[in-house]
């Protein structure tokens, strides 16, 4: 069935290693281009990953943002039979009826923005459509999940809660996962739009503070939000320290989602190439054993289609 996924670190390729200008068709990663149309993808959301300075080869953060834009704009321009650049509801229903996969295109770390709404504008005109404020580290939007209970207790800037006002009126999504719980609790009081949660799971069955407790999903359902599952082995499996990621496992974190938020909160966030470990879903071509494991536990199929796409379609309508 078709499939989008809010979350993977592909492009991390173009600004981290050699990589060629044509890697994104094909490579050795988790996502390429052959086999996101292999499992039917309708919409891939790629993130543009800001890493510590000290990884980025000298690299300035705007010539890093940079590389990771052009090798996705690069692989668009080659196989425009495949997939198409999209920056909103109707770019994504246009290309599907062309037959065309979207690439949707966000940051992952908000320090980008650098407290600047001229820079938010910037962006937006480029064309991104979600903002992870915050990645291990605060900037401008606010703080970072922490096991420091005073770090974890910490809201948003002044500039962060004015940005989610400004978010909201752009149509950037905004995505709470690796954000402090009261940076949290800031976006859901604050935003007027839902939000979302584009690569996390449950913290009452996998006690990660990148996790959402039960209050939390319960809140950002009734906001009308998602939560795109996570395939980590830290965020799924019995413990932080745990390797294995196993489909039983993930579909116990979709299960326990639909529990507290409902059917409507559900969705694909795979982290593809930004997690490591024994993946038993290690590529699109493998979401099929997931909706096999639902099935058997009983999901029709209309909560499937909610789960692969449809929720994340709603998001696409509501907020861009």
């Known amino acids: 069935m078709p499939y989008i996924d809010l979350h993977c670190d592909t492009l ?25 149309r292999q499992a039917d993808c309708a919409a891939q959301f790629f993130a543009t990953f800001m890493p510590h300075p000290d990884w980025m080869h000298g690299m300035t953060d705007e010539e890093f943002r940079q590389k990771l834009y052009g090798g996705l704009m690069g692989a668009i321009t080659r196989h425009s039979d495949l997939i198409a650049f999209a920056k909103d509801y109707q770019d994504y229903r246009n290309n599907r009826a062309k037959g065309l996969m979207s690439a949707f295109l966000t940051f992952e770390d908000g320090r980008m923005i650098d407290g600047s709404f001229e820079k938010l504008q910037k962006y937006y005109t480029l064309g991104y459509r979600l903002i992870t404020l915050t990645w ?52 859901a009081r ?17 006690p990660h503070t990148r996790n959402l407790t039960d209050p939390m999903i319960r809140t950002l359902a009734e906001k009308g939000g998602i939560i795109g599952v996570n395939f980590a082995p830290e965020f799924v499996g019995f413990g932080i320290h745990d390797k294995v990621s196993t ?7 979709v299960e326990h989602m639909v529990k507290v938020g409902g059917i409507d909160c559900i969705a694909l966030g795979s982290d593809f190439d930004g997690i490591s470990g024994e993946l038993e879903v290690a590529s699109p071509t ?24 449809g929720n994340a379609e709603r998001i696409l309508q509501e907020v861009l």
């Not at 493998?286 to 692969?308: I, T």
């Open 136 to 187: 291990n580290f605060a900037n401008c939007f606010g703080y970072p999940n922490s096991t420091d209970p005073e770090i974890m207790s910490r809201g948003l800037t002044s500039f962060g809660k004015e940005a989610i006002q400004q978010m909201n009126q752009l149509g950037i999504i905004i995505d709470v996962s690796h954000l402090s719980d009261g940076g949290f609790e800031d976006v």
């Open 12 to 36: 991390l390729m173009y600004g981290l290693s050699n990589a060629e200008p044509d890697s994104l068709f094909r490579n050795q990663k988790s996502v390429d281009l052959v086999r996101m």
């Open 247 to 253: 489909v039983q496992r993930i579909c116990d974190h």
């Open 286 to 309: 493998d979401f099929e054993k997931l909706y096999r494991e639902l099935s058997r536990r009983g999901y029709r199929p209309s909560e499937l289609d909610k789960f692969s796409h």
């Open 190 to 206: 604050i935003s007027q739009k839902p939000f979302i949660a584009s690569h996390s799971c449950c913290r009452e069955l996998t």
